[in-house]
């Protein structure tokens, strides 16, 4: 069974009785409030052109869906429904008590000799992380020299080879995770982060991952309110609780 599927498998055992009350798809981000007021996040990912203005065909019908209808979205190869049906999720995962607010690199543990291969560019953690191993290899879509960051087309030479292994949760969105997970077999360590992490360690453990981090919605009102005018990490400050816990 695929990754996402599981996710969903699981979503779905939570899902019954509940709805979706408010479903907002911002630039940067996916947020999802539930009747029961738990909000969960996932990102927007921008992958492709839209034939028209329109790119949810069924806008203005997807607030007071049940959460049962949406959940399987996370399936979807469209990145866009793909974000709702994992902001769903994330809305309807209780986070474990084993989850902390740790910083990502306390509960990563890293040595000089490691190779380090991050998906997705992490900006706080690059410097940090820099100074603690012998190399870091950063892989995005799109080259950027400038900033040093590869293409994803240099991962199955250089990620087999990385002793730690960082993937971005939008490898979820765009279903790249499964390929990534299994170029990082041999990794003592993977670590699964962003917004769009679902705190299912039972799940990622059995894939080889050994630490999530993700974030905790404890002020709903006030990310619906910055994923509708734009806003992303930064503006989640105060509304969100940064958590990790190793799997």
């Keep these: 069974m695929l990754l996402n599927d599981e996710i969903v498998k699981h979503g779905l055992e939570l899902a019954a009785g509940h709805t979706a009350i408010d479903i ?3 630039l940067g981000y996916t947020a999802v409030l539930l009747d029961d007021g738990r909000c969960g996040l996932a990102y927007t990912l921008h992958e492709k ?7 949810m065909p069924d806008a203005g019908k997807l607030a007071g869906r049940r959460a049962a209808e949406l959940a399987p979205w996370a399936k979807s190869t469209d990145a866009t429904a793909c974000a709702v049906g994992l902001a ?3 809305a309807l995962v209780r986070t474990p008590d084993t989850a902390v607010t740790s910083d990502v690199l306390d509960l990563l543990p890293v040595t000089p000799d490691d190779t380090v291969g991050m998906i997705g560019y992490f900006g706080p953690l ?4 820099k100074k603690r191993v012998r190399a870091l290899h950063i892989f995005e879509r799109r080259a950027m020299p400038e900033y040093e960051i590869l293409p994803e087309s240099a991962t199955p030479e250089l990620l087999p080879k990385c002793q730690v292994v960082i993937l971005s949760a939008t490898t979820l969105l765009n279903h790249t995770i499964e390929g990534l997970l299994e170029l990082s077999r041999t990794a003592r360590e993977i ?3 962003g917004p769009s992490t679902p705190f299912l360690p039972e799940i990622f453990k059995l894939r080889g991952v050994t630490m999530l981090s993700g974030l905790e919605v404890v ?10 005018e734009g806003g992303g990490t930064r503006q989640f400050t105060g509304a969100v609780r940064k958590l990790s816990l190793r799997c």
């Design 49 to 55: 052109e839209y034939e028209s203005c329109c790119v």
């Design 88 to 90: 769903v999720i994330n």
């Design 24 to 26: 907002r798809i911002g």
């Design 126 to 129: 690059v410097e940090p992380i």
């Design 219 to 228: 002020d709903p009102p006030q990310i619906l309110r910055i994923v509708s």
């Design 191 to 193: 670590a699964l982060l």
